[in-house]
Nanobody, 119 residues
């Protein structure tokens, strides 16, 4: 069993940077990936990217600009989402998830952290 806890969200201004984090409590299998998603008001959940727990390789959604970077701290069972040059359209609840990478399944989810970009 894994428990995922996100933190670090908040209110920032357009153009600001923000790093949000996700701590996994429990053992993360090497076959797993940890991913980041977001859901803006009135929209479907959007996949942002993932990192392989075994080798740290990263995949991003095709429409994700280079403003977002996923970072892994294996020793701390933590993944971060570094977001730069934030836009108001980035306002959303951000979630991390974990699951078997080869199956593309997300078995565990965090509770989400709110990021609001507003002047």
């Amino acid at each position: 069993q894994l428990q995922l806890v996100e933190f670090g969200g908040g209110v920032v201004q357009p153009g600001d940077s923000l790093r949000i984090s996700c701590v996994a409590h429990g053992r993360i299998p090497r076959t797993y990936a940890l991913g980041w998603f977001r859901r803006a008001p009135g929209t479907d959940r959007e996949f942002l990217g993932r990192v392989s727990w075994s080798d740290g390789s990263r995949d991003y959604a095709g429409n994700i600009e280079s403003r977002f970077t996923i970072l892994r701290e294996g020793a701390q069972n933590t993944v971060h989402l570094q977001m730069n040059s934030l836009h108001p359209e980035d306002t959303a609840v951000y979630y991390c998830a974990a699951g078997p990478k080869s199956q593309g399944l997300w078995s565990y989810w965090g509770q989400g952290t709110q990021v609001t970009v507003s002047s």
